[in-house]
């Protein structure tokens, strides 16, 4: 063993609950333990880097980590924080949002490493083949209604109704565990504080159809500071996969955290040690204007779910909307980029020939674009002999300035008139 587990999770803040003599079963000797995740969709988001982060710290600890995609429970649905029943996939979904998720896991968890290293596995595999009849004799005998009556995952969703489908997924749930003790000798679940009576479940079933001994340890939901949702943005979900949520994007959710918020995530999300943590915030009390914890935060998290060149990518971006930049920067944007920082400016479209045979910036940015950046020829002589206004972060020195641009990504024209209004048009065929 190389360090106490449960001793790193509580520095960090990520044990919620947990049961009796977990903490002297694995400084006993290596363990095996396992986490569920959802395969709703074909990327996790940054909800699920909690448990991503729980498992890669309980391999550091020298233990064994397994990832169970829920191939069949994603067919079922778990009512666990739910307020309604959720959509069930088709097999072939299901098989491609696996495979997603396994690539995303791999970037975290060490495959390939000896004894412990991380294997996924998927609750299909032993369901798939597994009848209605037999499952009701051999785990619904050892799990009285009343015992899953008391759960509040079930409480809190009977008065606004719940099919058998979803009141059954604790048993689903608990044989998983149970199925893993025997035949992988898992010892151990980890999941999320909502989770704990579907774990729970397992220990039980384990305990009463094995006579066997099992654990768990849960780990506290994330709540940000001002009380709105941790992952969620005005756009939905903050996810992993960079064809969703830009690395930009991305990056700029971790740089926007509040202090109190980024002194909790860099625990939670980083694998920076206590000293280096407590060093951090000190040189951010410091100079919180300097917002080094965010740019800390933002830095390591971005490189390790996207890559080092996605992270500069993410700061040359960031500079062209809130610092100085250059036309060189902003050629340098990959299309992707470009559109995720410039998303939501106004836009307007042209045509090239448009484009061509434009006699100079001023006709290029009032009529020509539609009126966009311009609503008048007047209006925009005015402010481009003010110095105000830029084309591609090149500052236009006289309104007769021939139009003759270098097109980004060979079709965009970024216009700027001021420091923060910005107009996107794009040259068309």
């Given at each position: 063993?190389?360090?106490d587990f449960?001793?790193?999770l ?6 919620h609950?947990?049961?009796p003599?977990?903490q002297?079963?694995l400084?006993?000797?290596m363990t095996?333990a396992?986490i569920?995740?959802d ?7 940054i909800g699920s880097l909690?448990?991503?982060?729980t ?8 233990h064994?980590?397994y ?11 778990d009512?666990?924080?739910?307020s309604?029943e ?8 299901l098989?491609?949002?696996?495979e997603c998720?396994?690539?995303q ?5 060490d ?5 412990n290293?991380a294997?996924m596995?998927?609750n299909y595999?032993w369901f798939?083949?597994f009848n ?12 009285s209604v009343?015992?899953?009556m008391?759960k ?9 109704g ?6 059954s997924y ?8 149970w ?14 504080s ?6 729970v479940t ?11 001994e099992?654990?768990?340890?849960t780990?506290?939901?994330i709540k940000?500071a ?5 992952g ?7 996810w ?7 690395p ?11 202090d109190?918020?980024?002194?909790n995530?860099i625990?939670?999300f980083?694998?920076k ?21 965010q ?5 390591d ?22 610092g100085?930049s250059t ?5 340098s944007?990959d299309?992707?980029?470009f559109?995720?920082?410039f ?11 448009t484009?061509a045979h434009?006699?100079?910036v001023t ?6 674009s ?10 925009a002589r005015?402010m481009i002999k003010?110095g105000?206004?830029s084309?591609?972060?090149t500052k236009?020195e ?6 003759d ?6 079709k965009?024209?970024l ?5 923060k209004?910005?107009?996107?048009i794009?040259?068309?065929?």
């Amino acid at each position: 063993m190389t360090k106490d587990f449960v001793e790193e999770l509580k520095w960090r803040g990520m044990i919620h609950d947990m049961m009796p003599g977990v903490q002297d079963q694995l400084n006993k000797e290596m363990t095996a333990a396992y986490i569920g995740f959802d395969p709703t969709a074909d990327s996790l988001h940054i909800g699920s880097l909690v448990q991503i982060m729980t498992l890669v710290h309980f391999q550091k600890a020298g233990h064994k980590p397994y990832a169970l995609v829920g191939g069949a429970t994603g067919m079922v649905g778990d009512p666990s924080g739910k307020s309604a029943e959720r959509n069930l996939l088709s097999e072939d979904i299901l098989n491609h949002n696996l495979e997603c998720v396994r690539k995303q896991l791999e970037q975290f968890l060490d495959f390939d490493c000896g004894d412990n290293s991380a294997e996924m596995v998927n609750n299909y595999d032993w369901f798939k083949n597994f009848n209605f009849l037999d499952f009701i004799r051999d785990v619904g005998k050892h799990i009285s209604v009343n015992y899953m009556m008391a759960k509040d995952s079930v409480k809190s969703r009977l008065e606004s109704g719940m099919s058998f489908t979803e009141f059954s997924y604790q048993l689903v749930q608990g044989y998983d565990f149970w199925w893993l003790y025997n035949n992988k000798n898992c010892k151990v679940q980890l999941g999320g504080s909502d989770q704990w009576g579907n774990i729970v479940t397992g220990t039980e079933l384990i305990r009463r159809k094995g006579q066997g001994e099992a654990w768990a340890i849960t780990t506290p939901l994330i709540k940000k500071a001002d009380g709105t949702k941790f992952g969620k943005t005005e756009g939905g979900n903050v996810w992993l996969d960079k064809k969703l949520t830009s690395p930009y994007k991305f990056y700029q959710y971790w740089l926007n955290s509040s202090d109190e918020d980024a002194s909790n995530y860099i625990k939670i999300f980083t694998l920076k040690n206590k000293e280096e943590i407590d060093a951090l915030i000190a040189e951010h009390k410091e100079a919180p204007h300097m917002r080094k914890l965010q740019q800390e935060l933002g830095k390591d998290i971005t490189t390790r779910v996207h890559s080092e060149e996605d992270y500069n990518m993410a700061i040359k971006a960031s500079g062209i909307l809130f610092g100085k930049s250059t036309t060189e920067d902003l050629e340098s944007l990959d299309e992707d980029t470009f559109l995720s920082v410039f998303e939501g400016v106004p836009q307007t479209s042209i045509s090239k020939s448009t484009f061509a045979h434009s006699q100079n910036v001023t006709d290029l940015l009032s009529e020509e674009s539609n009126g966009i950046v311009f609503t008048s020829k007047g209006e925009a002589r005015r402010m481009i002999k003010g110095g105000g206004v830029s084309i591609n972060k090149t500052k236009l020195e006289s309104e007769n300035q021939a139009a003759d641009f270098k097109l980004l990504n060979d079709k965009y024209l970024l216009a700027q008139k001021g420091k923060k209004n910005y107009f996107l048009i794009t040259v068309e065929d």
